[in-house]
């Protein structure tokens, strides 16, 4: 069966901390996005990648860096963790070609205390 | 801008009985439309996914539909069950803006015994 697959589901985390979230696709994607998600809000993209070492922005880019040096892995990286950062992060994948759907992985819950 | 409504926002019903969900968007430009399923606390389940030249698609008890000049999806679920509880989230991949999806909000159904 095709997985994306977030390497940990509950995360607690210091203020000030630098916080890696990892996503792992076995389905040679090129595609590969991060989302956060918060009540009311609903899901928010943060960053996303086309291809190896490429990134884009997505709507809540900033206190977010993202990382893909392999095709089957694209980590979100937290340089600073604040508070405001709480959240269940969401990280999903696609083919490219516009008529495929999206995979999602299981999420992260993280909190910033 | 791409937006997507979901409405209604909550629904509870009895079992058994057959129910539609709403999804309405902006834009026309799309690839597809897709349905997920999210339970408490987890990652997004893919239902059913519409290419944007389909009327509708059928998984089980479940039926999407999609007229893309409208801008509406509906979600039809036949025989409701308790299990079904969970939000019903649909999203967009749009032509535009990198083929990145666009949700909307949910609609968090229960299903009473």
């Known amino acids: 069966d095709v997985k994306v697959t977030q390497s940990s589901r509950y995360l607690v985390k210091r203020t000030g901390e630098k916080v890696f979230l990892e996503c792992v696709q076995d389905m040679d994607h090129e595609n590969m996005f991060w989302y956060r998600q918060d009540p009311g809000l609903g899901l928010r993209l943060i960053y996303f990648?086309?291809?190896?070492?490429?990134?884009e922005k997505g709507d809540i880019p900033e206190g977010y860096s993202v990382s893909r040096e392999k095709k089957e892995r694209f980590s979100l990286i937290l340089e600073s963790a604040s508070t405001n950062q709480t959240s269940m992060y969401l990280c999903?994948?696609?083919?490219?070609?516009?008529?495929?759907?999206?995979?999602f992985g299981s999420g992260t819950r993280l909190t910033v205390v | 801008k791409q937006e997507v409504t979901q409405i209604p926002a909550a629904l509870s019903v009895p079992e058994g009985e057959n129910l539609v969900l709403n999804c309405s968007f902006t834009?026309?430009?799309?690839?597809?439309l897709q349905w997920f399923r999210q339970d408490p606390g987890k990652g997004l389940t893919s239902l059913l996914l519409?290419?944007?030249?389909?009327r509708e698609q059928t998984s089980g008890r479940l039926n999407a539909s999609l007229d893309k000049s409208s801008g509406r999806s509906t979600l039809y679920i036949a025989a409701s069950q308790p299990g079904d509880s969970a939000t019903y989230l649909c999203?967009?991949?749009?032509?535009?803006?990198?083929?990145?999806?666009?949700f909307g909000q949910g609609t968090r159904l229960t299903i009473n015994p």
């Open positions: 519409i290419q944007s030249s389909q």
């Open positions: 834009d026309s430009a799309i690839y597809n």
């Open positions: 999903a994948s696609s083919l490219i070609q516009g008529k495929y759907g999206y995979t």
């Open positions: 990648s086309y291809d190896v070492k490429m990134k």
């Open positions: 999203a967009v991949r749009a032509i535009q803006g990198a083929q990145k999806l666009v």
